[in-house]
Nanobody, 121 residues
Framework: QVQLVESKGGLVQAGGSLRLSCAASGSIFSINAMGWYRQAPGKQRELVATITSGGSTNYADSVKGRLTISRDNAKNTVYLQMNSLKPEDTGVYYC???????????????WGQGTQVTVSS
């Protein structure tokens, strides 16, 4: 069994900062890409940022320069440092990981339970 457990989000004023973390645990052989997605009320889930095991990153245009994704491979943990937050960053943030549970298994997509981030104006 694999679990992705996210840290608690929170309420922050516009212009403020918040850091999220997500730790993967359980039967894990290897983790390829990890990432963060978010879903605002009434909208579809959207990509925020991804990072490969080698450290290559990809960001949504709307967060470039403000949000930074990083990971600690030894801890199977991905982070999202969020600075200069805007009200439009409000939503439920989900982490995900593409991982293999054994040498013989394929790569599967796993999701965290989601954590609420609210940015007030």
């Amino acid at each position: 069994q694999v679990q992705l457990v996210e840290s608690k989000g929170g309420l922050v004023q516009a212009g403020g900062s918040l850091r999220l973390s997500c730790a993967a645990s359980g039967s894990i052989f290897s983790i390829n890409a990890m990432g963060w997605y978010r879903q605002a009320p009434g909208k579809q889930r959207e990509l925020v940022a991804t990072i490969t095991s080698g450290g290559s990153t990809n960001y949504a245009d709307s967060v470039k320069g403000r949000l930074t994704i990083s990971r600690d491979n030894a801890k199977n943990t991905v982070y999202l440092q969020m600075n200069s937050l805007k009200p439009e960053d409000t939503g439920v943030y989900y982490c995900n990981a593409d991982l293999r549970r054994s040498y013989y298994s394929g790569t599967y997509h796993y999701w965290g339970q989601g954590t609420q981030v609210t940015v007030s104006s």
